[in-house]
């Protein structure tokens, strides 16, 4: 199993950037694809990005494509998102996940572990 716990989050203007962290713990974390999701009020859990585990491919939504940047630090078992220009729909509660394979990596149904999630408030 892998324990993961996000941090970074915060309220922010338009415009402004952000960098949330996400720290594992227990298996070895290099072995994990580590995916981040955002689910906004009302709203079904959306895919953001995802990173193999050497970090090799990196799959954004079109969301974020050319704002966020999504990377992993295996010796520090860590993986972060940069979210530059952040508009108000960027508002949500960020969560990073982790699953074994690379598989489908937009689909949340595929990693069996999840973080309990940051608050991101963007605000006009």
């Known amino acids: 199993q892998v324990q993961l716990v996000e941090s970074g989050g915060g309220l922010v203007q338009a415009g402004d950037s952000l960098r949330l962290s996400c720290a594992a713990s227990g298996r070895t974390f290099s072995t994990y694809v580590m995916g981040w999701f955002r689910q906004a009020p009302g709203e079904e859990r959306e895919f953001v990005a995802a990173i193999s585990v050497g970090g090799t491919m990196i799959y954004y939504a079109d969301s974020g494509k050319g704002r966020f940047t999504n990377s992993r630090d295996n010796a520090g078992s860590l993986v972060y998102l940069q979210m530059n220009s952040l508009i108000t729909q960027d508002t949500a509660v960020y969560y990073c996940?982790?699953?074994?394979?690379?598989?489908?990596?937009?689909?949340?149904?595929?990693?069996?572990?999840w973080g309990q999630g940051t608050q991101v408030t963007v605000s006009t």
């Open positions: 996940a982790a699953k074994q394979f690379w598989g489908v990596p937009a689909s949340p149904g595929g990693y069996p572990y």
